[in-house]
């Protein structure tokens, strides 16, 4: 999941993302519609975290559903590209300039990381395939880079694993981001058998290799990578997460390995506590980025002071990188947090920054994809976590809970939904509030879907329809998820 640059402090008049088909426009009552002339004539208008794949200065977005069956190959994998106007294309590698073919159990889109790698002034998709088999390797994986251009993502050109033999599933997890300063993005690539982080600059260019103090094997390697600038150098760092090496008790923990203009170093890192999932960004306003991190099991055992049920931790950056000690804790057992933790709810499954309220401070939304209400199992919800008006950073008050059965949240609560399975923040109707995208890749027997909430005048979220797979043209043939990703 995503989260490539460090976001700053938010402005009002940050250019909206439009993200949806005109079929889905309808739906979401216009929210997605682009009028005319809303599009400045370059990228700059986009806001730093987010992707503009045709140069049209509207933000796109990537969703996957990676389970999806393409030409009767089960679970080959699709992603969906959301363009600002009201455009969009459904990507498989079956699609002409894509490498490879579509296969069964390939999972393409598994992963995503966007990032403008050959530095022409659009951004490209780089897209995991992580089931992929690579000649008579078996799940050797492949990751695969589709290039911007003012039509929006057109061919592609194949990653190189450069350590094939090293691992299998390559393009499990990517993160993209300029680890060493010049301006082009790189492409950071890890597995779970491997504590070892593949680092191609240029995405498809020269590689080196970063190890992180992360156990190896048995699939308890690194389990997810993010970056963003956090020590305010200009050069994005990167964060490992993964089962600590040597540790007694065997809990997982980030690690944060800064950029230097030699790219990612492992000297100088600093442990960080567990969470899986993670963003950065600046929401005290000092200029360096903050580290959100999202513990979404029983908490109670590992962070002192943490609940069942998950919790989002915050450490802040420095010059010197995150200070892990006096780290922020919130969990549904917060003051002001709406709910109370209980095991399985997986509160801090996904999480994404921005601003909602368009008050110039950074907030946070937080998934809770296992949350049981009214006796419906795993039904789902989302948290939205104001920062405070002081700019001080992060805080429970004035939380609001959203379901399914939420005024204005379309659908109803229904078992296994996972609403809150992936959270995306993003101006939507460049009206200076965030909107919120939420993914509930259970809808509909497990062919999900996506909901765009608007952020409205009085503070709530809402919208009248969503997107899903009859939306975007992905088969309902076995269980595709739509939505259990975002290119963030």
């Excluded at 951004?123 to 695969?144: C, I, M, R, W, Y």
């Excluded at 982080?197 to 992180?212: I, K, N, P």
């Amino acid at each position: 999941m995503a989260k490539h640059r460090r976001i700053p402090a938010p402005s009002p008049t940050r250019i909206r993302l439009v993200t949806a088909t005109a079929a889905a426009a309808a739906l979401t009552g216009g929210l997605f519609v682009a009028t005319a002339g809303s599009a400045s004539a370059a990228t700059p208008g986009v806001a730093a975290s987010d992707a503009d794949f045709n140069g049209d200065g509207v933000a796109d977005v990537a969703v996957s559903a990676s389970w999806a069956s393409v030409s009767g190959h089960s679970k080959a994998g699709q992603i969906s590209v959301l363009y600002g106007g009201g455009k969009h294309t459904t990507i498989s590698q079956n699609t002409a300039g894509v490498p490879g073919s579509a296969e069964s159990s390939d999972f393409f889109g598994a992963d995503s990381a966007y990032g403008d790698f050959n530095n022409d002034g659009y951004d490209d998709l780089a897209v995991g395939a992580p089931g992929e088999d690579v000649g008579s390797d078996a799940d050797g994986g492949t990751a695969a880079i589709l290039y911007g251009s003012p039509n929006g993502l057109t061919g592609g050109k194949t990653v190189t694993d450069p350590r094939a033999s090293a691992h299998d599933h390559f393009g499990s997890m990517l993160e993209a981001g300029d680890f060493d300063g010049d301006g082009k993005d790189d492409l950071a690539v890890a597995t779970p058998n491997s504590a070892t982080v593949d680092v191609l600059r240029g995405g498809t260019g020269s590689a080196y290799t970063v190890g992180a103090p992360v156990w190896s094997g048995g699939g308890d390697g690194i389990r997810n990578l993010h970056s963003g600038d956090i020590n305010g150098d200009g050069i994005d760092d990167l964060l490992v997460n993964g089962f600590e090496k040597d540790s007694d008790v065997g809990w997982d923990a980030n690690f944060y390995l800064p950029g230097t203009s030699s790219g990612v170093t492992a000297n100088g890192y600093v442990k960080l506590p567990a969470g899986i999932i993670t963003d950065v960004g600046d929401i005290d306003g000092d200029g360096d980025g903050d580290v959100v991190l999202g513990l979404s099991w029983d908490a109670s055992s590992e962070v002192p002071g943490a609940q069942k049920g998950g919790a989002v931790l915050i450490a802040h950056g420095s010059p010197s990188g995150p200070v892990a000690s006096g780290v922020q804790t919130i969990d549904q057992d917060t003051a002001g947090v709406p709910g109370g933790g209980e095991t399985g709810d997986a509160f801090g499954a996904e999480l994404d920054l921005g601003d909602i309220n368009g008050d110039g401070h950074l907030d946070l939304v937080v998934g809770t994809p296992g949350e049981d209400l009214d006796g419906i199992t795993n039904t789902g919800s989302a948290t939205v976590l104001y920062g405070a008006a002081d700019g001080s950073g992060i805080t429970g008050a004035g939380a609001k809970f959203y379901s399914q059965d939420t005024p204005g949240v379309p659908n109803s609560n229904e078992k296994n939904d996972y609403f809150g399975t992936d959270v995306h923040i993003d101006d939507l109707d460049d009206d200076g509030r965030g909107d919120v995208v939420i993914g509930a890749s259970g809808e509909n027997g497990d062919n999900g879907a996506v909901y765009a909430l608007h952020s409205n005048t009085d503070g709530s979220l809402s919208s009248s329809g969503g997107i899903y797979t009859s939306t975007l043209g992905i088969s309902t043939s076995g269980t595709p998820l739509l939505g259990s990703n975002f290119s963030d």
